[in-house]
């Protein structure tokens, strides 16, 4: 059956293609998604650095100055913006894309996906808390309100949870709609950054020394607290996974080409707030945030309306990013099957409910645990420097195996990544007493994708495909042998098999064993998922004539596959169409009802004829137990109570072999002599 194109499914593929090409509309959408997390660093990096630091001379502010910028310029712009964006499997990023691309290469490699996707997902409940919080707080240098925004008092804490209430509702939306409010506002957010901090460069431009590397490691080395201070530096870059994760968003040239304005801003002011600070002539600054301090008392009040806006921004990266990484984790078998959204055309933007209101409910357990911006900062970070060195290990097979680059230049980026983030690492191991709560959060996350993707492999086993053809002949005779009771008229089985001759063997051991289903029609269905995303396309496969029929439904990724309905309107118009002849069987009918079809859907269940090891046992069970509450097949494909029957087959991987019984005794019916032996 040829292809045919809607002139809908045209202007939609053209509008996902318009987003991923450079243009001002895509690089405002890239503002907007991509970058509400590193853009907001300003408001809590530099005054954490002040504050763990201890003294604001010079000394200290030149080489926290040196240390972000290069940071900046290590981390995000050449290993993310340069190298990891590269990494594009068909337009998606994240640890998962990754992933998919260099699998094949190592069969270990799962452990970094599963361990860079849970560490990332975790630590990021905290951005929202932490970039909303500094905001509101930022209230507190407005005249009149000193005395009613105090850092961690019920309104500020009430304010928050409202503002991230509103945030993860408006989620259900896309973010298209998103994306296309909040670029407007990022870029006002940054032009503000920029200009604040270039008006402080010129008042005292000897700020501008602190882009030599040279301050960096001069405070690293002699500092008291030199080395650790890194912990409160990585703050500035923790938004640089983003850029990879939500790459389906926006396109690649639209995030490199908007980075170079996001960056300059940023590094403008840092600079801006260093040189406040050096013009003060204090060691101690009595708490002022030198990002709040550079703006002029006339604008204060809007600048900090805007900072809780870009603010409402940074969380959007996270929550965009989560949703991305889980639809590649159930996509890739790490994740069990729930229910995914998508409210705009673009395959990229996705909403998934459940893990939503996680992470909602994630957040508000921060906020109200912290309470204070400050109290959060000691927590964050830690976990992310985990995601980065996972991706860095993951980089290293797609530059080696997938580009084919040198070893000697592979080699030479892996070893200064994983000195650079290993660095981090260890500044912010001191955290983890702080951040308990969200270890717990880590260890289950990791555990679910780890228990999935094994069990899978493990169950996959024992599915075994056999030739259809063979079968054909006993499937007719059973279809019109009117000695054994109908079971329906049309006999409905989904097959995972893509080749068209072959059939699980599952499948033909529910029609013949025990009871024989007899259906007039069998029909073996397989669906294959688009990229675009209303296609609705079927072919017709007749085995045997009006008897033994294979249906490919080809569905986009937006179609809700509703297999009852469209199996029912494929019948149809094949009567229609002459091309199936069942009506002469019951000549009464010449419609189709609901009540004709049945459904059978297989499910396993884990028999107790089994003899695990440990593991085995563990993870088997934990399958199990996580499948029950995932999203039943029924809902999945459409399908009414009435017209589905689920059958349960036992899983048996490792049978009971050794059973050592003792016989106690053998009675004998009184008078009865035994019988000859055999």
Sequence with gaps: MPKKTSKNALLINMDQK?????STAGLLVALGIIYGDIGTSPLYTFQTILTEGGDANRFLVLGAI?????????????????????????????????????????????????????????????????????????????????????????????????????????????TKIVGGAFGPVMFLWFFMLGSLGLIQVMHYPSILKGLNPWYGIRLLTLHPKGFWLLGAIFLCTTGAEALYSDMGHCGR???????????????????????????????????????????????????????TAASIIASQALISGSFTLINEAISLGFWPRINVKYPSNIRGQIYIPSINWILFTGCILVVLYFRT???????????????????????????????????????????????????????????????????????????TMYIWFNARKITQRFLTFVNLADYIPMLEKLSHDEAVPKYCTHLVYFTRSTNSKQIEKRILESIFDNLEKRADCYWFIHIERTDEPYTME????????????????????????????MLRKVVQEMINNKELDIVCRYPVFTTMKPGDFRFVIIRRFLSYDNEFSAKEGFILNAYFSINSMAQSEKSAYGLDGNQTVFEFEPLVVNPVSNIKMKRLYHKLEEGKEPGPPC
């Design 18 to 22: 318009s987003m991923h090409k450079l």
């Design 66 to 174: 040196s240390c972000v910028f290069w940071t900046l310029t290590l981390q995000t712009t050449f290993k993310y913006v340069l190298i990891t964006l590269q990494a594009d499997n068909h337009g998606e990023g994240g640890v998962f894309s990754l992933y998919a691309l260099v699998r094949r290469y190592n069969k270990h490699l799962f452990w970094f996906a599963i361990i860079g996707a849970g560490t990332l997902l975790a630590d990021g409940i905290i951005t929202p808390p932490i970039s909303i919080t500094s905001a509101i707080e930022g209230l507190n240098m407005v005249k009149g309100l000193e005395e009613h925004i105090v850092p961690g008092n019920a309104l500020v804490v009430e304010i928050v949870m409202v503002i991230l209430l509103l945030l993860f509702v408006f989620q259900r939306f896309g």
């Design 253 to 307: 040239r639209n995030i490199r080409i908007s980075w170079i304005f996001v960056k300059t801003t940023l590094v403008l002011n840092y600079l801006g707030q260093g040189a406040w600070v050096l013009l003060q002539h204090k060691d101690n600054l009595g708490g002022i945030n030198p990002f709040f301090a550079i703006v002029p008392g006339g604008l204060l009040l809007p600048s900090i309306l805007l900072a």
């Design 373 to 447: 911006s400050e109290a959060m900062t000691a927590a964050y970070g830690f976990s992310i420097t985990i995601a980065m060195l996972m991706t860095t290990f993951l980089m290293f097979y797609f530059m080696r195996y997938v580009k084919h680059w040198p070893f000697w230049i592979v080699g030479a980026i892996l070893t200064i990544f994983v000195c650079v983030e290993f660095s981090f690492f260890v500044a912010n191991a001191v955290k983890i007493v702080k951040r308990l709560f969200f270890l717990v959060f880590e260890i289950g996350l990791i555990s």
């Design 538 to 565: 079927y072919g017709i496969e007749e085995i045997r004539d009006d008897t033994i029929i294979r249906v490919d439904f080809r569905l986009g990724f937006r179609v809700q596959p509703k297999v009852g309905l």
